[in-house]
C-alpha cells in the first residue's frame, strides 16, 4: 500500500490526536472546557511573542488598563530584559518574561493570560535561578515580583528566606536527579 503523504502535519499534534487519547473518555462539557483551554493557552503564547517583541524594541503600547499594555509598557518604563533564560543546571532553568536588576534591586514581571488565579511560586523561583547563576544571595537584595493578569497587577515582595530555602531545594534535588542518572547509565 502507498500511504497518503502529510508532510504539512509533521511535528503537529491533533487536538483529538491518538497521542493525547484521554479525550475519548470526555463527555462535551469536558471537551469544550479542555478544548477552549487550549486555545486559550495558543492565545498566551501568541501574546507573549508580541510583548516581547514590543519591549525589545522599546514599543509602548496604547496607555490603557488592559494587561498586555501594563505589562509591556511596564517593562520598557523599568529598562527590562524580555525572555531572559535564568539557568542553575540542565536539570533547572527557566524564561522569565520581564526581568533586571538595578541599583541592587531584582525585579522579575510575568504576563499571565490564563483565567485561573496566578501564584507567585514560579516568581520566587525566577529569583532563585537568578541568586544562583549570579551568585547573590537573597538577603543582600531587594526583590519586587508582579504578575500581570486580568488587568490588574500583583505585587509581592517575596521574603529572602523562603528565596533561599527554594534555592536550598533546586540544589539539592539538581544533585538527586544528576545521581539517578549516573546509577541508571
Request: hydrophobic share 40%; charged share 30%; net charge negative.
Amino acid at each position: 500500500m502507498i500511504f497518503n503523504k502529510h508532510s504539512e502535519l509533521e511535528g503537529l499534534h491533533a487536538f483529538l490526536g491518538a497521542s493525547k487519547y484521554s479525550w475519548i473518555r470526555y463527555d462535551i462539557k469536558k471537551l469544550e472546557e479542555t478544548y477552549r483551554n487550549e486555545v486559550a493557552k495558543q492565545k498566551g503564547t501568541e501574546l507573549h511573542e508580541i510583548a516581547s517583541s514590543c519591549i525589545k524594541h522599546s514599543i509602548q503600547l496604547k496607555g490603557t488598563k488592559q494587561t498586555l499594555n501594563l505589562f509591556v509598557n511596564d517593562a520598557i518604563g523599568y529598562k527590562m530584559e524580555s525572555e531572559q533564560i535564568l539557568y542553575y543546571s540542565p536539570n533547572c532553568f527557566g524564561t522569565a518574561d520581564a526581568i533586571s536588576f538595578k541599583n541592587n534591586l531584582l525585579r522579575i514581571h510575568d504576563l499571565k493570560t490564563g483565567f485561573h488565579p496566578a501564584s507567585f511560586d514560579q516568581l520566587k523561583i525566577y529569583a532563585a535561578l537568578f541568586c544562583l547563576e549570579y551568585d547573590y544571595k537573597p538577603f543582600d537584595i531587594k526583590m519586587e515580583l508582579r504578575i500581570y493578569q486580568a488587568d490588574e497587577v500583583h505585587i509581592f515582595e517575596p521574603d529572602p528566606d523562603e528565596i533561599a530555602h527554594i534555592m536550598d531545594i533546586i540544589i539539592a534535588f539538581d544533585k538527586k536527579i544528576d545521581q539517578i542518572r549516573m546509577e541508571e547509565s
